[in-house]
């Protein structure tokens, strides 16, 4: 059975369509997928945003990594998955703006206690998603974004998906991917993207 790890900020568009395939693909092919967190906000703390959406993007990030790392204290890593794909329906697909209130919500939604929301401000969680974040940089092996894929622990950052892959295509990726994981002298492939959108 193949095994995969999946590492992503919530913010970053490229990482919820990657995830969104995997998810279906890998329960097609009755895979395994634990998902870990990494943070945007900590691959560029040395750098200056390039805009105030960017900063604003960024501190969201940090927010949320702490959101994720608090439920996962709370309830364990089986809560990332759930609480992943509700904020990415809120994030990527409604655009809402993630405040405290919508957070809450978010969590309801996922089946998480709403008060978790409360740990967007505390910094004490901070060294949790600094800690996930740095196994992925060190899986990787090199600073990397988001997302990060494991498969059957081979590392590579992306796939970095333009859009949802459907049918075909959707099992085509999958099998060329599996591949290329378990090709030794395979290293990397890359083109320019433009981020996705979802209607």
């Known amino acids: ?12 568009p490229f990482a919820w369509a990657a995830s969104r ?30 805009s105030d959406e960017q900063r604003r993007q960024l501190d969201t990030a940090r927010r949320l990594g702490r959101v994720v790392a608090a439920a996962t204290a709370k309830t364990g890593a089986d809560a990332i998955d759930p609480l992943y794909t509700a904020l990415g329906k809120r ?23 709403a008060e978790l929301a409360d740990a967007m401000d505390d910094e004490t969680f901070d060294g949790a998603v600094r800690d996930s974040h740095q196994r992925g940089q060190d899986a990787l092996g090199e600073d990397g974004g988001s997302p990060i ?24 990726l999958y099998s060329a991917l599996v591949t290329l994981a378990g090709t030794s002298s395979f290293a990397q492939l890359k083109r320019p993207a433009d981020p996705p959108t979802f209607s």
Request: hydrophobic share 45%; aromatic share 10%.
């Open 1 to 12: 059975m193949t095994h995969f790890d999946f590492y992503f900020d919530p913010v970053c």
């Open 21 to 50: 395939w995997l998810r279906e693909r890998a329960a097609t092919h009755g895979a395994e997928v634990d998902w870990h967190l990494m943070s945007l906000a900590i691959l560029n703390e040395n750098e200056k945003p390039d």
């Open 91 to 113: 994030i990527h697909h409604a655009g809402d703006e993630m405040t405290p209130a919508v957070v809450s919500e978010v969590l309801t939604e996922a089946g998480l206690p």
């Open 149 to 172: 894929l494991g498969i059957d622990g081979t590392f590579f950052f992306g796939p970095v998906l333009a859009d949802l892959p459907t049918g075909d295509e959707a099992e085509a």
